[in-house]
């Protein structure tokens, strides 16, 4: 389900501290105090939620107004993509997800009733966009999407007759077909999902999540294979604007989830859990973040840590989403982190030029490289992780919520966390 929430946007990345460059152990070193998000501007008063970092220096955001942009420079520039959606309105469409391979290859979901909820395809760096699935059931309202590999994704869909629905593609988000609800479980009576960081539908180590609110608890919907689904309570509050709102796995056995209540962005309690057992139960959290919290993202899969980001404040977690520890207050809405060594890649092909499985530290970009980008790109990125979030920079600023925007941040500030595991 969408929901309007205040305005404008930012991107910004985590700021880990210099003092654990290297060091063998960075649990030990990094402390939920030591880390900052750092905000740059982007020059674009749109509020982005959709949010696709390939690297550290590629990145795509997508938001309202049919706004779509693209770094190739870690940041420094973006590059208005937006595709053509005249004659039609384009303050109409709310671009709640992205997914992207590379600097050219980019799928974005717009969501609403009846037509609006939309998936446009570009191959060409959005030189061109098509329309490869125009939604024309009536009940039907598309929330976020995810991907397995450059090939395989699903988009879902608030239930139709009774159960979430699927539109599923085979060629990268070309073309998309409805997928039979014969084995999906049942939605229970008011039960939808959250259309706020492109996280309520997970794909990860060959199986796929779905995140669920509107009922109490919220529910996680696990799947091996996007076809067939069973579903499980988590231990996170639900209710009219509650429930799940992100889920995220980082092999086929543990996950987090996190939620709350979006109207009430400093409630505590109960808007956090983990799993196991690849989703078929889940624990509640022993302490929680510090309020509501849209989005979730792995940052460092063997040393269990993940930051959450919501619109009262971003949380870490050192225990796989057992504690949480709030170092920041600001107003985010999504966040991804890049890291080209996660089991997530095993399953997950981040990009063409980062294969499946390798880690950046021994990865070489190929010489040849897409004209679009900056030659910024073509260099070997020592053992670095970047980590962005979409987020209300107005807010973050304690300032009117108008012409305000971030960016992303070069890889090197990071270097730290990443040499240190290695
Ligand atoms: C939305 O986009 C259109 C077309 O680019 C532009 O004319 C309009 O000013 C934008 N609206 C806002 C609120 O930014
Ligand atoms: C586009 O939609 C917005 C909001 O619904 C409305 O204020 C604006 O007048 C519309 N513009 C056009 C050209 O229809
Ligand atoms: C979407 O629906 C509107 C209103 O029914 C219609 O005018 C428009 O042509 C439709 N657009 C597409 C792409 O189907
Ligand atoms: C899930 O939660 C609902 C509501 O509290 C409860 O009725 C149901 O029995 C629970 N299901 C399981 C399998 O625990
Ligand atoms: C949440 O807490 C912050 C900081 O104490 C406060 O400024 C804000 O008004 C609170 N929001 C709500 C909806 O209570
Ligand atoms: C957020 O944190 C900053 C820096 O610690 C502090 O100055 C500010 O008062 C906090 N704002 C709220 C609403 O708690």
Same mark, same amino acid.
């Given at each position: 389900?969408?929901?309007?929430?205040?305005?404008?946007?930012?991107?910004?990345?985590?700021?880990?501290?210099?003092?654990?460059?290297?060091?063998?152990?960075?649990?030990?070193?990094?402390?939920?105090?030591?880390?900052?998000?750092?905000?740059?501007?982007?020059?674009?008063?749109?509020?982005?939620?959709?949010?696709?970092?390939?690297?550290?220096?590629?990145?795509?955001?997508?938001?309202?107004?049919?706004?779509?942009?693209?770094?190739?420079?870690?940041?420094?520039?973006?590059?208005?993509?937006?595709?053509?959606?005249?004659?039609?309105?384009?303050?109409?469409?709310?671009?709640?997800?992205?997914?992207?391979?590379?600097?050219?290859?980019?799928?974005?979901?717009?969501?609403?009733?009846?037509?609006?909820?939309?998936?446009?395809?570009?191959?060409?760096?959005?030189?061109?966009?098509?329309?490869?699935?125009?939604?024309?059931?009536?009940?039907?309202?598309?929330?976020?999407?995810?991907?397995?590999?450059?090939?395989? +994704?699903?988009?879902?869909?608030? &239930?139709?007759?009774?159960?979430?629905?699927?539109?599923?593609?085979? %060629? !990268? #988000?070309? $073309? *998309?077909?409805?997928?039979?609800?014969?084995?999906?479980?049942?939605?229970?009576?008011?039960?939808?999902?959250?259309?706020?960081?492109?996280?309520?539908?997970?794909?990860?180590?060959?199986?796929?999540?779905?995140?669920?609110?509107?009922?109490?608890?919220?529910?996680?919907?696990?799947?091996?294979?996007?076809?067939?689904?069973?579903?499980?309570?988590?231990?996170?509050?639900?209710?009219?604007?509650?429930?799940?709102?992100?889920?995220?796995?980082?092999?086929?056995?543990?996950?987090?989830?996190? +939620?709350?209540?979006?109207?009430? &962005?400093?409630?505590?309690?109960?808007?956090?859990?983990?799993?196991? %057992? !690849? #989703?078929? $139960? *889940?624990?509640?959290?022993?302490?929680?973040?510090?309020?509501?919290?849209?989005?979730?993202?792995?940052?460092?899969?063997?040393?269990?840590?993940?930051?959450?980001?919501?619109?009262?404040?971003?949380?870490?977690?050192?225990?796989?989403?057992?504690?949480?520890?709030?170092?920041?207050?600001?107003?985010?809405?999504?966040?991804?982190?890049?890291?080209?060594?996660?089991?997530?890649?095993?399953?997950?092909?981040?990009?063409?030029?980062?294969?499946?499985?390798?880690?950046?530290?021994?990865?070489?970009?190929?010489?040849?490289?897409?004209?679009?980008?900056?030659?910024?790109?073509?260099?070997?990125?020592? %053992?670095?992780?970047?980590?962005?979030?979409?987020?209300?920079?107005?807010?973050?600023?304690?300032?009117?919520?108008?012409?305000?925007?971030?960016?992303?941040?070069?890889?090197?500030?990071?270097?730290?966390?990443?040499?240190?595991?290695?």
């Amino acid at each position: 389900m969408g929901f309007a929430l205040s305005l404008c946007s930012a991107v910004a990345v985590l700021l880990l501290p210099q003092t654990v460059v290297g060091h063998p152990n960075v649990d030990h070193q990094l402390r939920s105090s030591d880390l900052s998000w750092k905000l740059r501007p982007t020059h674009n008063t749109q509020q982005f939620r959709g949010l696709a970092p390939i690297s550290s220096e590629i990145a795509w955001v997508s938001g309202t107004n049919g706004t779509v942009l693209r770094t190739c420079d870690g940041g420094t520039s973006w590059t208005d993509l937006s595709p053509p959606l005249s004659p039609e309105n384009a303050t109409n469409f709310e671009f709640r997800d992205i997914q992207a391979w590379n600097s050219k290859h980019a799928v974005v979901l717009s969501i609403g009733e009846g037509n609006l909820s939309r998936i446009f395809a570009t191959h060409d760096g959005g030189n061109s966009w098509e329309a490869t699935f125009v939604n024309d059931e009536e009940e039907a309202f598309y929330d976020c999407m995810a991907f397995e590999n450059k090939r395989h +994704g699903l988009a879902m869909s608030d &239930p139709v007759n009774g159960k979430f629905r699927l539109v599923e593609t085979w %060629d !990268g #988000g070309s $073309s *998309w077909a409805i997928v039979s609800d014969a084995g999906m479980a049942a939605a229970l009576k008011g039960e939808f999902g959250f259309a706020a960081s492109g996280t309520c539908i997970e794909a990860a180590a060959g199986r796929w999540y779905i995140a669920s609110g509107g009922v109490d608890p919220g529910r996680i919907f696990f799947s091996s294979d996007g076809h067939d689904w069973d579903v499980a309570n988590s231990s996170i509050v639900g209710g009219e604007a509650a429930g799940v709102f992100s889920v995220r796995f980082r092999d086929a056995k543990h996950g987090i989830a996190v +939620g709350g209540d979006y109207t009430k &962005p400093n409630g505590t309690g109960d808007n956090a859990a983990w799993s196991q %057992d !690849g #989703g078929r $139960s *889940w624990v509640k959290s022993k302490s929680f973040p510090s309020g509501y919290r849209s989005g979730v993202s792995w940052i460092h899969v063997e040393k269990q840590a993940a930051v959450a980001v919501g619109t009262s404040g971003s949380d870490v977690t050192f225990d796989g989403g057992k504690s949480w520890h709030t170092f920041d207050n600001g107003t985010f809405d999504a966040v991804e982190c890049v890291d080209g060594a996660s089991t997530r890649t095993t399953s997950i092909t981040l990009s063409p030029m980062a294969p499946s499985g390798q880690i950046f530290s021994t990865w070489r970009p190929p010489t040849a490289l897409s004209s679009s980008c900056h030659s910024s790109f073509v260099r070997s990125i020592p %053992d670095t992780i970047a980590i962005i979030v979409t987020s209300n920079a107005a807010l973050q600023n304690g300032q009117p919520a108008s012409g305000k925007t971030s960016s992303l941040i070069k890889s090197t500030e990071y270097a730290g966390f990443m040499a240190s595991r290695i």
